[in-house]
């Protein structure tokens, strides 16, 4: 072999390994921006109706104004050197949050009785990233929450943490929320079918998901075996998560670091699980 030639098979090896360095950052790329584009078309009808951001400021405002208010008054829940409206705040958030989230996954049922799934499937958008994009666009709705908690919050003189970093955390812990709580709706949808079981399922585990967790009361006053399942359920972590950035002088019982890494974790493999039930809700 000539020199030559020896210079050439080496360019075309560098060339190939380049090649191959892009590849996996081009798919991935391609991946966001697929599911970017998902989020946006969902989010956009938001535009169109409003009122349902407005429907939902009700439910947290009722438990802010009146049980927050009483409870405070009674001192019945220990919480600490925390007063209890401002333990209560950042489960209250998590609970809007759930509430949007854990009913999102009817809009796939519609989808699918308007011929829209159908035209989705035809694409070659891959089926985790037409999941990640609604899932992003329950993240949307869940900042709606966000602010209107925090609004009633402040207003109600809860000691609210305003340090930019600490509102970044905020957006990003109530979008992995509303992310893995919607995808878990979706797989119920993709699996159940139809609305009549869907809303019936969805009331039955919206409930038991926000009483077994550190949202209205402390774990510690639980008792042993609620305990174990509040340990497992992720609204925990993301109240947690919550309690720390939200509130000043706020901290977290697990760590910030498990927090963020058990939602994005249960995140991830819920969304696996749902690209791949997704189109067998169009049969």
């Known amino acids: ?21 892009r590849l996996p950052f081009a798919a991935a790329g ?48 220990p919480t600490g050197d925390l007063p209890y409206l401002d333990f209560m705040a ?17 809009t796939i049922i519609w989808e ?31 900042l709606s929450q966000a602010v209107i908690v925090y609004a009633l919050a402040a207003g109600l003189g809860v000691k609210i943490e305003w340090n930019p970093l600490a509102l ?9 929320g509303a992310a893995l709580f919607s995808t ?3 797989i119920v949808a993709c699996l159940v079918k139809t609305r009549e079981r869907f809303m019936g399922i969805g009331q039955v585990m919206t409930m038991p998901l926000f009483f077994a967790s550190n949202a209205i ?12 399942i509040a340990r497992g359920n992720p609204l925990t972590y993301e109240v947690d998560a919550l309690r720390a950035l939200m509130l000043s002088g706020g901290s977290s019982t697990y760590g910030l670091g498990l927090d963020f890494a058990v939602l994005v974790v249960a ?17």
């Open 90 to 106: 950042p489960g209250i958030l998590a609970q809007s949050v759930l509430f949007i989230a854990i009913f999102y996954g009817i």
């Open 168 to 176: 970044l955390g905020v957006i990003a812990i109530v979008i992995l």
């Open 217 to 228: 009361y402390p774990i510690a006053i639980m008792p042993g075996w609620l305990r174990v």
């Open 30 to 77: 391609q991946f966001v921006l697929k599911a970017l584009v998902i989020a946006e078309l969902e989010a956009r009808k938001l535009r169109h109706d409003p009122s349902e951001l407005l429907t939902r400021a009700v439910q947290p405002a009722l438990w802010l104004l009146v049980f927050g208010q009483v409870f405070t008054h009674i001192r019945a829940i």
């Open 184 to 186: 878990f709706s979706l």
């Open 1 to 21: 072999m000539t020199q030559e030639e020896r210079v050439a098979q080496h360019a075309g090896s560098v060339s190939l390994l380049r090649r191959g360095w």
């Open 112 to 142: 699918r009785d308007l011929g829209i799934v159908h035209k989705f499937l035809v694409t070659p958008t891959p089926r985790a990233a037409i999941v990640t994009g609604k899932a992003l666009s329950a993240g949307v709705r869940g």
């Open 267 to 283: 995140t991830a493999l819920l969304i696996l699980i749902a690209g791949h039930l997704y189109s067998k809700v169009a049969i």
